[in-house]
């Protein structure tokens, strides 16, 4: 049985989907920021996401996009060296723009219009505010 880990971070490459038997996965790494002995240090997951779920969010896990990964955490070796992985169990998108990319512009106004609903019931200047 692996630990739960709960990983908040940046994707560093976009999401792959592939067939692993009849089963299909997405795969996906995290840098994870956190400070040890008041250092940054940043931490790679490899993250593997089975079933529908996860094939139907794939196109939004792309590089930089922000996330909380949850999942079972374990570790693997390979040529003597150590990797973090991530069972996922649920993706959470932040939201946010990867750097570099402008956000959409925001619209103006509460967005309700007198087109639409018909004039204020209210007289503005009957506010005591």
């Not at 040890?36 to 529908?52: L, N």
């Amino acid at each position: 049985m692996s630990a739960t880990i709960i990983a908040p971070g940046n994707i560093t490459k976009d999401a792959v989907t592939r067939q692993a038997g009849s089963s299909t996965v997405v795969s996906f790494s995290v840098a994870v920021n956190c400070y040890e002995k008041k250092e940054k240090v940043t931490r790679f997951y490899d993250c593997s996401w089975f079933g529908q779920r996860a094939v139907s969010t794939s196109p939004m896990l792309t590089k930089g996009s922000k996330v909380t990964v949850t999942g079972g955490h374990s570790t693997r070796e390979h040529n003597g060296k150590e990797y973090q992985q991530i069972e996922v169990w649920n993706v959470e998108l932040q939201g946010g723009k990867p750097s570099g990319q402008s956000p959409a512009a925001a619209p103006s106004g509460n967005g309700f219009s007198e087109a639409d609903y018909g004039p204020s019931p209210y007289d503005d200047n009957s506010f005591p505010f």
